[in-house]
């Protein structure tokens, strides 16, 4: 059967009222006094309130201290040098 796309899609007669159209919007949840401080359901986790161990080693030998991003790199990054000090390879370009 072949479709005419040109012709309209609806009639006057097939508009619906408005109240026909507000049945079918879902009504909106309601906010309980408990969802007003946290509206986005974001919860904190417990681990924020642990202490963390972490061992801090100082820079090797074999790395340097890129002056550009401040990273710890390993040597083999290492591009080129500056008057202010030693740049890695991802920063060099």
Not at 68 to 84: E, G, I, W
């Amino acid at each position: 059967m072949a479709t005419d796309y040109d012709a309209q899609r609806k009639n006057d007669d097939d508009t619906e009222s408005i109240e026909a159209i507000k049945e079918r919007i879902p009504s909106k949840p309601s906010i309980s006094e408990d969802d007003v401080d946290n509206v986005d359901s974001f919860t904190i986790p417990d681990v924020v309130n642990e202490e963390l161990e972490v061992l801090i080693l100082p820079q090797q030998e074999n790395e340097f201290t890129c002056m550009n991003c401040f990273l710890v790199k390993p040597q083999s990054q290492k591009a080129s040098k500056t008057k202010l000090g030693l740049i890695c390879s991802e920063c060099a370009y």
